[in-house]
């Protein structure tokens, strides 16, 4: 039995939930495009594995990095019995990725565009697992601040949960929630300009790991 990893890769662009994908350059499914990922050396740990493919192929760096799901589904690898621990990665907007190692091409890509299906392998459902996890803790932890750079508004905070759960959220109610939140975000003392109106106030995220009660909850 062989043992890969593979990343689901999340950011913010243009307001749009993407995801990072990779133009594969080898066979099986040459040109097709996949989640970054590959073999875990004999030894490497699973962790660092995730981290050194990430950088071989995209040059990315994740902020937020945890174990999403274990997939062996035989028959999901035409080169035999393949094991893959897939890995939930979170990062603020950066510039476009780099493709390297054995991938033709890496992008970020609208989840919208290529959530309907054909991904490489059964990365298709291993992207939705991801998403899945992304949208569920933001209801419980302060993950949206992964999305944010070190510095942000509660603007820019909410516009993270607009986004992954695809709603409208009252803008006064949520400033209430997330500032009364402790250990949610700390104001950082600075303030950013805003097209109109006086500047906005800029935040850090919070030493909380867990929010309670849960902060929203998204609509269903």
């Known amino acids: 039995m062989t043992i890969t990893v593979d990343l689901v890769l999340l950011t913010i662009r243009d307001g749009v939930l993407q995801v990072l994908l990779v133009r594969r350059g080898i066979p099986p499914y040459r040109g097709r495009w996949a989640l970054p990922g590959g073999f875990v050396l004999d030894d490497e740990d699973l962790a660092d594995a ?7 192929e995209t040059g990315l760096e994740p902020r937020h990095l945890e174990q999403l799901a274990t997939y062996g589904t035989p028959g999901r690898d ?21 493709a390297g190692s054995d991938a ?21 459902r291993i992207l939705a697992d991801g998403i899945e996890r992304a949208r569920s803790k933001l209801e419980y932890t302060p993950l949206a601040t992964a999305f944010c750079p070190p510095e942000f508004t509660i603007a820019d905070l909410r516009g993270v949960y607009e986004t992954v759960w695809r709603t409208t959220i009252d803008a006064r109610n949520f400033h209430r929630k997330v500032t009364g939140a402790e250990g949610f975000v700390e104001p950082t003392g600075g303030t950013a300009e805003r097209d109109r109106g006086r500047p906005a106030q800029l935040f850090r995220r919070g030493p909380a790991t867990l929010l309670h009660p849960p902060l929203l909850r998204p609509q269903r």
């Open 104 to 124: 033709a091409g890496a992008a970020w890509r609208p989840y919208d565009e290529v959530a309907g299906g054909g991904l490489a392998f059964d990365h298709d």
């Open 78 to 98: 035409p080169r035999g019995r393949v094991v893959t621990v897939a890995y939930l990665a979170l990062l603020p907007d950066l510039p476009s990725p780099v």
């Open 50 to 56: 995730a981290l050194r493919e990430l950088r071989e």
